[in-house]
């Protein structure tokens, strides 16, 4: 096995989580298909074609999957998306709207700050250390 390609993200709306994610975060559309049960398949990711793992924007099906949204991972940090550019970014996604909850701050493995996405989910933007 070689890597995760793909992760389910539950969304609310699929045209607000693309617009989020690319106009927001940067990310790129690598896919948008209409499917028979009126459900669509959306992929973005990160970065350019197949350099990493693609969130998979599903739109929640009843209410179980509608209470996940925002609190996919119990309000951990559960995702972590690195840069080569944290200055660039942080500054670039903050004037986009992007919530941090924290100011930027070095550890010993990078430089990081927390932000949610639009429905709450916790994300680490990450530039690791040399």
């Known amino acids: 096995m070689r890597r995760i390609a793909l992760v389910t993200l539950v969304v609310d709306d699929y045209d607000e989580a693309i617009r989020f994610y690319t106009e927001a975060l940067g990310f790129r559309l690598a896919e948008d298909t209409s499917r028979p049960d009126g459900s669509r398949w959306v992929v973005v990711e990160p970065g350019t074609a197949g350099a990493g793992t693609g969130l998979l924007l599903g739109r929640a099906k009843g209410e179980a999957q509608a209470a996940r949204i925002g609190d996919q991972t119990g309000g951990r940090v559960g995702f972590f998306l ?37 429905y709450g989910n916790r994300w680490d933007l990450l530039q690791p250390a040399a």
């Open 82 to 118: 690195h840069t080569d550019d944290f200055a660039g970014d942080h500054a670039r996604m903050a004037a986009a709207g992007v919530t941090f909850l924290e100011e930027p701050r070095h550890e010993p493995y990078g430089t990081v700050a927390v932000f949610q996405d639009l």
